[in-house]
């Protein structure tokens, strides 16, 4: 397939054009600035700026643009700027969709466990209402802002993404060298429930994902979410480090502000709609995670 990507350079983006390449398909990236080459698309999503024609060959299109909730503290503006950057590229791409005589008919939408809210021990399912706050509004709105698409035919997926569990990068690329250092441990009380995948199982399921039928929410997690603890007490074994110092939930929303809250919330989210469809884990359970996310990566 041709495939379009927005926010490929971010770390999932980055994963899914290696991942994608490496498998036979032809990736083009949605750039910010000219582009410098025939496997690059110039837009500007702010100012509503998307050629249709360099869309026309695509079968699909992947957006997983938006400000990272841990780049700055949550000042008013800044909130802002992560409805924003989700919400102002999506309606563009899904209006310039809707428009289209041809061209991509799937949209694999990027979205957040978020929507689900702070839930405790409650096993979450696509058809789990949503809770309550911030970001739950915030993915709402992301994810309605693919209405014009989805009622001009266009197959249109939200992928509602947990904790990515990567070497490198993202939230728990930050709290790896630290594990490896013997400094980790549970944060806050660590018993909120964190909806896991690792970064191989991403990529791999959103490729899954291009090749079915699948339309509406989907989880992007592994099928066995555990207590924040858990996890982390898993990835320090693998590393044959300890992890019994917790990090007091007071020293978090000092150092981190509202997204500790964020961190710290429940969210025991399954799967169900990939597994009904037939994808199958590398990295089911945190044993096989730990230990591939703690495996250096073989040099190039």
């Known amino acids: ?28 990236r949605l750039v910010r600035r000219p582009a410098r080459c025939s496997r690059e698309i110039s837009w500007d999503p702010d100012a509503g700026v998307l050629d249709p024609e360099e869309l026309r060959d695509a079968q699909a299109v992947v957006n997983l643009g938006g400000a990272g909730l841990g780049d700055a503290r949550w000042t008013a ?11 102002a590229p999506t309606a563009l791409l899904s209006r310039t969709l809707a428009d289209m005589d041809g061209g991509p008919r799937v949209l694999l939408q990027g979205s957040a466990v978020g929507y689900y809210g702070d839930r405790g021990d409650a096993f979450l399912t696509e ?5 309550e706050g911030f970001l739950v509004d915030v993915v709402q709105a992301w994810e309605d802002a693919t209405a014009p698409a989805e009622a001009a035919g266009v197959r249109v997926a939200h992928l509602r993404t947990g904790i ?11 709290l790896l060298p630290l594990i490896r250092l013997g400094v980790g441990g549970p944060l806050g009380r660590g018993d909120n429930y964190w909806p896991w995948i690792t970064l191989a199982d991403q990529v791999r399921a959103i490729e899954h994902l291009l090749g079915t039928e699948v339309s509406g929410p989907v989880n992007l997690t592994a099928p066995s979410p555990a207590p924040q603890r858990e996890i982390i007490r898993a990835v320090a074994r693998a590393l044959r480090r300890p992890a019994v110092v917790p990090v007091p939930r007071l020293a978090l929303r000092i150092a ?23 994808f199958e884990h590398e990295h089911p359970d945190l044993a096989s995670a730990a230990a591939w996310v703690t495996r250096r990566p073989a040099p190039r």
């Open 1 to 28: 397939m041709q495939v379009i990507i927005a926010g490929s350079h971010g770390l999932i983006g980055t994963a899914l054009v290696e991942h994608l390449a490496a498998h036979g398909h032809q990736v083009r």
């Open 256 to 278: 981190l502000g509202e997204f500790a809250d964020d961190i710290l919330s429940s969210q025991r989210a399954l799967p169900a709609a990939l597994t009904a469809h037939g």
């Open 127 to 131: 058809g789990s209402a949503p809770g």
């Open 164 to 174: 990515v569990m990567s070497r490198s990068g993202g939230s728990f690329g930050r």
């Open 77 to 87: 503006q800044y909130r802002r700027t992560i409805l924003a950057s989700r919400t």
